[in-house]
């Protein structure tokens, strides 16, 4: 028997797999996704502005820490400090969940 734990992006990563036909799931194979955001999350919505793609939207005194934590940990790693395209694809506005 295989077990897999998936979570967040791992899950969509995994369903990505299994629906293109790169990967195939056994009988004996369990799948427990955890925290996967199906339908995408409100936090991908603004990364543009946090990554300096669209003009920013005041968010008061915590705007300087929001852009430099999406910067650090890897939000904005995209062309010029774009956003990162992962992250792009998981906004509620992507094509992906139309």
């Known amino acids: 028997c295989t077990t897999i734990f998936a979570h967040s992006m791992g899950s969509l990563a ?3 797999a299994l629906q293109s036909g790169l990967c195939a799931l ?6 427990y996704s955890v925290g ?3 339908e995408g999350t ?5 990364l ?10 005041d968010r008061g005194p915590v705007e300087p ?3 430099a934590l999406a ?4 939000f904005c790693d995209g062309p010029n400090g ?8 998981l906004a509620r506005s992507s094509p992906a969940f139309a």
């Open 48 to 57: 543009p502005e946090l990554c300096g793609d669209s003009p920013p939207t």
């Open 36 to 38: 996967a955001p199906w």
């Open 14 to 16: 995994l369903a990505g």
């Open 42 to 46: 409100e936090a991908a919505e603004a």
């Open 65 to 67: 820490v929001l852009r």
């Open 26 to 31: 056994g009988e004996a194979t369990a799948w």
């Open 82 to 89: 774009s956003v990162s395209s992962a992250y792009r694809a």
């Open 71 to 74: 910067k650090r940990v890897g």
